[in-house]
Structures are given as C-alpha cells and as structure tokens.
C-alpha cells in the first residue's frame, strides 16, 4: 500500500521545539516536491512548507524564521524542523507530496494521516 507516515508530534510548551518527519513506503522511489499542512480547528488547511526534489523551499508568512524543511531524497523523507513554537501552531500536520513515482505509476498526489502538535501557553 502506497503511503505517508508522519511522527514526532506531541505537546510542547511555548516557546519550545519539535521535529516533524514524513517517510514514504518503499514503494515509491522519487518524488518531485513534499510539503507539510496543517489544519487547526475550525479552520481550513493550510501550506506551511514545501521543498522541491532540487531543494527550493517555500513557507507560509506566519512561520518564516521559525520553522525548516528541509528533506532527504534517498530516503523520501521529508522533515519540519519547528523552533519558537507558538499557540497558534497548535494542528493537525499533514505530510503531501507532489508527482510521486512507483513502479509504472505516477501519483499526482498523496497525503499522511496527520500527526497532531499542540503547543501549550
């Protein structure tokens, strides 16, 4: 079964830090571009970060200068290194990624199942 599974969320207090990694299944062999998500509640999903496979990046306003993605292509994994974590972070995040390829398949899309941050005041 072709997925992504997301771990290292958790409760942290503000201020603190978490690390956020995304690893696809050994079925998928590259992947154009992966992105992290995150969706609070009662609002609708948002981008955070996205990396490319040539490793240029993007980032919402909100968490520029605090949060890092970066990714490891060999192992299609990608990660969100999350620093001066705010209430306001607090989400679901989901792992995305974008053209990802198997064996005489072409994905457009997939997403993890979430893995939820709760950043304490």
């Known amino acids: 079964q072709v997925q992504l599974v997301e771990s290292g969320g958790g409760l942290v207090q503000s201020g603190g830090s978490l690390r956020l990694s995304c690893a696809a299944s050994r079925s998928i062999f590259s992947i154009d571009a992966m992105a992290w998500y995150r969706q609070a509640p009662e609002k609708e999903r948002e981008l955070v970060a996205r990396i490319t496979r040539g490793s240029s990046t993007n980032y919402a306003d909100s968490v520029k200068g605090r949060f890092s993605i970066s990714r490891d292509n060999a192992k299609n994994t990608v990660y969100l290194q999350m620093n001066s974590l705010k209430p306001e972070d607090t989400a679901v995040y989901y792992c995305?990624?974008?053209?990802?390829?198997?064996?005489?398949?072409?994905?457009?899309?997939?997403w993890g199942r979430g893995t939820l941050v709760t950043v304490a005041s």
């Open positions: 995305n990624a974008q053209g990802a390829y198997g064996p005489g398949v072409r994905y457009l899309e997939l």
